[in-house]
Structure formats: structure tokens, C-alpha cells
């Protein structure tokens, strides 16, 4: 993932920043849950549900009310191959699991880290 964010800002030039915000565990509901919850409720009444084309009918009429969920289907050429990009570049020693925040700048070469619990930006790696 933070490979994915360096390549939106450092190499697609998307972005001029990312500050991506990590969800604490436990302390978050998010609106898409309620979503889930329908696909399974509606997955769960049905007998078998085995081709794509199924999945699709079963998503697109899981909720009804306001609207039908909209069901957009990709092909092969919908995606990026960024695998090429990922290879030049070292992994950095980022132990995800107590970072809170991570922002990725334009012109600006490292990534900047909050831990848990701290309020100050204090380390920065270098992708490279």
C-alpha cells in the first residue's frame, strides 16, 4: 500500500500529497459495513451463487431503497500493471501496524510517519 501511494504522487503525479489516516482498531463503523451486511443478508436467501454474472444480480438488487447498488464491471484493460515500478525501488523498514498517519509529498523524496500515540511527525524513510 504505501508503495501504491508513492507511485500516485511520485510517478503517476496525481497527487501533490497524501496524508493517509490509519482507522484505530475497534473505534470505527463505516458507512459501507450497513452495505455488507445487505450483500450477505441477500447472499444468505439465495441457494447458490456461483458466475460473476450471478454476483452481479445478487449486489445490484441487495438493497433497494434509496437506490440499487450499482454494479460496474472491469475488464483486463481497466487496470494499471505497476508491478514494473515496485521493483526499482527498495522496501522500506515501515512497521505499519503502529504508524497512525502517513503522508507522501511531491518534490519531497521520503515519507513522513505519526506513531501511535505521539503527535509529532518524527521519522521519515526514504522508498529509494
Known amino acids: 500500500m504505501v508503495y501504491f501511494?508513492?507511485?500516485?504522487?511520485?510517478v503517476l503525479k496525481l497527487f501533490d500529497n497524501i496524508l493517509y489516516i490509519f482507522p484505530v482498531r475497534g473505534h470505527f463503523c463505516l458507512p459501507n459495513d450497513q452495505d455488507f451486511?445487505?450483500?450477505?443478508?441477500k447472499k444468505r436467501r439465495m441457494?447458490?451463487?456461483e458466475v460473476p454474472e450471478e454476483w452481479d444480480k445478487l449486489i445490484f438488487k441487495a438493497r433497494e431503497k434509496?437506490?440499487?447498488?450499482e454494479?460496474?464491471?472491469?475488464?483486463?484493460?481497466?487496470?494499471?500493471?505497476?508491478?514494473?515500478?515496485f521493483l526499482k525501488?527498495?522496501?522500506p523498514s515501515i512497521k505499519i501496524?503502529?504508524?497512525?498517519?502517513?503522508q507522501i509529498e511531491a518534490g519531497v523524496p521520503t515519507i513522513s510517519v505519526k506513531r501511535l500515540l505521539q503527535?509529532?511527525?518524527e521519522k521519515q524513510y526514504h522508498p529509494k
Not at 5 to 10: A, E, T
Not at 71 to 85: D, G
Not at 97 to 102: A, D, G, Y
Open 5 to 10: 501511494l508513492y507511485f500516485l504522487v511520485h
Open 37 to 41: 451486511s445487505l450483500t450477505e443478508k
Open 47 to 49: 441457494e447458490r451463487v
Open 66 to 69: 434509496p437506490s440499487f447498488f
Open 71 to 85: 454494479v460496474v464491471n472491469l475488464t483486463q484493460e481497466s487496470f494499471f500493471n505497476i508491478k514494473k515500478y
Open 89 to 91: 525501488l527498495a522496501k
Open 97 to 102: 501496524k503502529s504508524i497512525e498517519q502517513l
Open 119 to 121: 503527535r509529532l511527525l
